[in-house]
């Protein structure tokens, strides 16, 4: 699919100033930018945006742009020698074969070509913050109170850095561009290279005087409490993102995020398995023969369980809607109940008698649990 003219993305002219095309890019991007804009074509049109400024904002770029359109910036493009003959990838003649010089150049100048950085406005790097909370509290939800460092644009200078706005002129050493030509003589010359200006920092602005709020640097520390809401039925792991609390954006651009990391203390008797719960009940072996009720402890209180009659070992009972609730939907898992019959270890004179009388009961009756078994297997 055929690209888009360069200047009819940015929404300028083709006689726009750079002045012009950052206004409209930085209107743009923060308009399309994926963190903001939750469209599914907001990452390719923010990819478009940010493409067009790359090429219209470096006067080098733009001018190949002019002469030779869209093709001069394809992979493999040749413009008939009046272009830079290495950006090609390919370079052909004077001896070099069939040979990519931009490794050879990236061994001297640590990049290819006359390539320029980006000035235009970066989110700033995410960041994450870990907090530990009880089982329980991941549960039924809690809300808690943890401490935040990060970095807000300045008040009084809007994030310029400079006193007013009158303080702000174009850099005198890149005079606006933000880069600044460097000659390195190599093994096949002296070559050309464009780097960020060391006096703006690609900004293409300097500050005369610098803001007495923040010293020039365009934002001011802040130390919060910020109080996070723990949604109930989160999982040990997930994490809670905070816009804006992450590190501070250059250029112009918004702050990274702060992600919550949740961790989960581990219960003494429940386990749980997505949103189903688990849990270990203990019962003789007389409440599972005669069958019992018990209340069995869940996650939202006690519930009373009929135990059948007969139940066996490991047998497995299911509590429906008593887990935990979906984070999203809010429908409930289930509580499985795994019976773990236990055998008496001390007994008195009178139970083991009452265990005797029932042992003859069965022998009589030939109906020994192990003799039926012993009887099958030797197929009997």
Known sequence: MAKRDYYEVLGVNKSASKDEIKSAYRKLAKQYHPDINKSPDAPKKFEEIQEAYDILYDDNKRKTYDQFGMAAFEQGASTGGAGNPFSGGGFQGAGFGDIDLGDIFSSFFGGGGSRSGTHGPQKGEDRIQRVRINFMDSITGRKVVIPV????????????????????????????????????????????????????????????????????????????????NIPAGISNGQQIRLSGKGGRGYSGGPNGDLYVEILVKEHEFFKRDGNDIHIDIPLSFIDCALGTEIDVPTVYGDVKVVVPEGTQPEQILKLKDRGVKDLRSGRPGSEFIHIKVKTPTSLSKEQKQLLKSFQGIEDAKKENIFRKWKKKFEGK
């Open 149 to 228: 460092n990060y970095e807000e644009e300045c008040p009084h200078c809007h994030g310029s850095g400079a006193e007013s706005p009158s303080d702000v002129v174009t850099c005198p050493k890149c005079r606006g561009t933000g880069t600044v030509r460097v000659q390195t003589r190599t093994i096949f010359g002296v070559m050309q290279q464009e780097s960020t200006c060391p006096d703006c920092g690609g900004s293409g602005k300097s500050i005369k005087n610098r803001c007495h709020q923040c010293g020039g640097s365009g934002y001011t520390k802040i130390h919060k409490d910020l109080e996070v």
